[in-house]
């Protein structure tokens, strides 16, 4: 539902001429196992493949032209774990996102929380800062809220 939402605000972007953002997928493929087809990862020399994207990414055209990386998060707790296995950031996740940002990409990670009906977002270096600090987490009140529902560029 949140990442629906967050596909809708993309289209209003590219519509606009702002951006053009899509949902990206882990490379997969169909195989039919046990009289069934199944969707699954794609395999490199033995091991899963390491998914080198986010949910969503992009470029950003007005007013400047960037690079975007987006992760969606819909987690209704009070803090967003960094580099762990509970929900946040998974270590897979984290990974991804510091390549990106080492790559000059602009990493935003887009946090919903249901029970405030809002939607904030971190931008990848401050989380990759915050981790280097110590942090293993980051706390809902030091997020951007993101105003007019989903407009997450409105905000940049």
């Known amino acids: 539902a949140f990442?629906?939402?967050?596909?809708?605000?993309?289209?209003?972007?590219?519509?606009?001429?702002?951006?053009?953002?899509?949902?990206?997928?882990?490379?997969?493929?169909?195989v039919y196992r046990n009289g069934r087809t199944e969707l699954v990862p794609i395999k490199e020399k033995g091991k899963e493949y390491s998914n080198p994207w986010l949910d969503f990414a992009g470029i950003q055209?007005?007013?400047?032209?960037?690079?975007?990386?987006l992760e969606c998060k819909d987690i209704?707790?009070?803090?967003?774990?960094?580099?762990?296995?509970?929900?946040?950031l998974k270590p897979s996740e984290f990974d991804a996102l510091k390549k990106w940002?080492?790559?000059?990409?602009?990493?935003?990670?887009?946090?919903?929380?249901?029970s405030c009906h809002e939607c904030r977002f971190i931008e990848g270096e401050y989380i990759i800062n915050s981790y280097i600090a110590g942090n293993k987490s980051i706390r809902w009140d030091t997020t951007t809220r993101v105003h007019d529902g989903y407009d997450f560029l409105g905000v940049l």
């Open 3 to 30: 990442e629906d939402a967050i596909a809708q605000q993309c289209a209003i972007y590219e519509a606009r001429g702002i951006a053009k953002i899509e949902r990206t997928y882990i490379p997969s493929k169909f």
């Open 61 to 69: 055209i007005d007013p400047i032209k960037r690079h975007l990386v």
């Open 76 to 88: 209704d707790e009070d803090r967003l774990a960094i580099n762990q296995e509970r929900s946040g």
């Open 101 to 114: 940002v080492a790559a000059g990409s602009v990493v935003l990670v887009l946090w919903y929380r249901q």
